[in-house]
T-cell receptor, first 113, second 117 residues
Framework: AQKITQTQPGMFVQEKEAVTLDCTYDTSDPSYGLFWYKQPSSGEMIFLIYQGSYDQQNATEGRYSLNFQKARKSANLVISASQLGDSAMYFCASWDGNTPLVFGKGTRLSVIA | EAGVAQSPRYKIIEKRQSVAFWCNPISGHATLYWYQQILGQGPKLLIQFQNNGVVDDSQLPKDRFSAERLKGVDSTLKIQPAKLEDSAVYLC???????????????FGAGTRLSVL
């Protein structure tokens, strides 16, 4: 069974600084996808970025990038130039096409002015 | 393009009462998902539909939870009777692809926050 581990319950970052949110995954399937979602206090899960297991390059979407290290089974999210609006819960998730999308417990990011 | 719509946003009921949640997915999305998110945890899949057929309901407590998607578009999730441990946020999501990985991004609604007293 898949498992997602997010070891940082909470993180603080100064506005305009970069921050890395950790995620490790455990799947036996060679073909899988990794996702990051943002959940602000309003409750909606907002898709941020996707990385496929066969993708050669790390995914980037604006200020978001995914540091994909396949051998270590890690998929850390990097947010550059943090903004106050980035304060939210961040969830890492994995899907191998055969089992449901599995989420980690999340990391609460607080951006400080 | 309109996102995933859910209603109500909040619901407070007493234990043993029944409750229903409604979801309208993004237009054209064939796959619809219901998740339960307990406070402090990530979402957990309850049921997945492909058009109007159930793909996965292995984690749905079928003695009290039921869901339907009769016309392959909107869906209803029902709890009857509710228990205290059902207090959670119920999230609906939809996606346009199902087969393989193909960057199967799930788009979520704002959720329904249920409190069972």
């Amino acid at each position: 069974a898949q498992k997602i581990t997010q070891t940082q319950p909470g993180m603080f970052v100064q506005e305009k600084e970069a921050v890395t949110l950790d995620c490790t995954y455990d799947t036996s399937d060679p073909s899988y996808g990794l996702f990051w979602y943002k959940q602000p206090s309003s409750g909606e899960m907002i898709f941020l970025i996707y990385q496929g297991s066969y993708d050669q390059q790390n995914a980037t979407e604006g200020r978001y990038s995914l540091n994909f290290q396949k051998a270590r089974k890690s998929a850390n999210l990097v947010i550059s130039a943090s903004q106050l609006g980035d304060s939210a819960m961040y969830f890492c998730a994995s899907w191998d096409g055969n089992t449901p999308l599995v989420f980690g417990k999340g990391t609460r990011l607080s951006v400080i002015a | 393009e309109a996102g995933v719509a859910q209603s109500p946003r909040y619901k407070i009921i007493e234990k043993r009462q029944s409750v229903a949640f409604w979801c309208n997915p993004i237009s054209g999305h064939a796959t619809l998902y219901w998740y339960q998110q307990i406070l402090g945890q990530g979402p957990k899949l309850l049921i997945q539909f492909q058009n109007n057929g159930v793909v996965d309901d292995s984690q749905l407590p079928k003695d009290r939870f039921s869901a339907e998607r009769l016309k392959g578009v909107d869906s209803t999730l029902k709890i009857q009777p509710a228990k205290l441990e059902d207090s959670a946020v119920y999230l609906c999501a939809s996606s346009s692809t199902f087969l393989g990985l193909a960057k199967n991004i799930q788009y979520f609604g704002a959720g329904t926050r249920l409190s069972v007293l």
